[in-house]
């Protein structure tokens, strides 16, 4: 089949409980970038049952076309059923470009459908572009543990498939004049479909703090020294209003929870404020976190390479600076 066959821009639409996740919202904004880049449409699939969410919502972000698969069957993320259902849409609608949030769901589904529409997928992507001349995707991700960023390319199959981390691209504001069609298309399941029944779905009562949407993150490295020392980070956080963040040195040496890691294997965020307390500055770690608003690293090697990043630098051992900044900054309200 010729390349001209295919056409638009797909973003499969994650939902959970009937309401769509964050990733996919930033990927429909992104999705639309590159629809008037290469002159074609954006259309978000989602697939699920009894939906909570206004999916016009999706159309006010840039999707001109909702496909909505309404199903008992899809209630629930289970692999077969979601993967047959999104195949039979990518075969049917042949888009030229396919794009998956790489969350647990994303990272299970997505070189599933890829396998089976015989095409490559490129994962953990940063950067998303189209090449002018080829109209061909470039889709950039780190390599080699993060030492260098390889741009791949897809130039022989279709649709050219990737995914991308939560907070990786910019949500863009809603326009809520867009207009877009909801359009819901049948899928049937047989029985051989349904490989594994779910007995109970067990939600966890610890309420984890996602720091993809924290406005403030006060991020730990080793230099902090030992885990009773983060305390100081967690008072600042709290000071601040914010959240406690982490390197991955941190978390590997069971300082703090793996849902707190930021960096190229834990996640990225675009806090408005970002302050790196005794974090070297590995590119891996920077991959996460550059693109926050106002940096703000201390750290006592003053040839750490965490400042080249840094909006503003502070030489000097973290536990002494913090608790000068604890008497003049206001005490926040949770506090109180």
């Known amino acids: 089949m010729k390349h001209t066959d295919y056409k638009d821009v797909m973003v499969f639409c994650e939902q959970r409980e009937g309401r769509i996740e964050k990733v996919s919202k930033e990927l429909v904004s992104k999705g639309r970038e590159l629809a008037d880049n290469l002159e074609c449409c954006v259309r978000a699939l989602v697939l699920g049952h009894d939906m909570k969410d206004d999916l016009n919502e999706l159309i006010h972000l840039g999707a001109d076309e909702v496909i909505l698969v309404d199903e008992k069957e899809l209630a629930v993320f289970m692999t077969e059923p979601y993967t047959k259902a999104m195949v039979q849409v990518v075969l049917d609608r042949k888009p030229d470009v396919i794009l998956v949030g790489a969350s647990t769901i994303g990272r299970d589904l997505a070189p599933r459908v890829s396998a089976r529409i015989n095409t490559g997928l490129t994962a953990d992507c940063t950067s998303l572009e189209v090449d002018e001349e080829t109209k061909n995707m ?16 897809c130039p022989e199959h279709r649709p050219q498939m990737s995914t991308v981390r939560p907070g990786v691209m910019t949500l863009a504001e809603p326009n809520t004049d867009r207009i877009g069609v909801i359009s819901k298309v049948p899928v049937k399941f047989e029985t051989t479909d349904m490989n594994i029944e779910i007995l109970e779905v067990v939600k966890e009562t610890k309420q984890k703090a996602n720091i993809e949407d924290a406005n403030v993150l006060v991020s730990g490295g080793r230099g902090v020294g030992n885990p009773d020392k983060m ?22 040496a069971g300082w703090i929870d793996r849902n707190n890691q930021v960096g190229q294997t834990g996640k990225t965020v675009r806090p408005d404020l970002y302050i790196a307390c005794g974090i070297s500055g590995a590119i891996q770690h920077l991959a996460g976190m550059e693109e926050s608003e106002f940096i703000v690293a201390i750290n006592k090697d003053e040839t750490a390479p965490i400042f080249d990043a840094a909006d503003l630098s502070i030489v000097g051992d973290v536990h002494k600076i913090i608790p000068e900044l604890m008497k003049i900054l206001p005490i926040h309200e949770n506090e109180q």
């Open 138 to 153: 470039l889709m950039t991700r780190p390599a080699f543990g993060g030492n260098i960023m390889a741009t791949i390319i």
């Open 231 to 252: 305390k100081s980070l967690e008072s600042l956080a709290l000071r601040l209003g914010g959240n406690v963040s982490a390197s991955r040195a941190v978390v590997d």
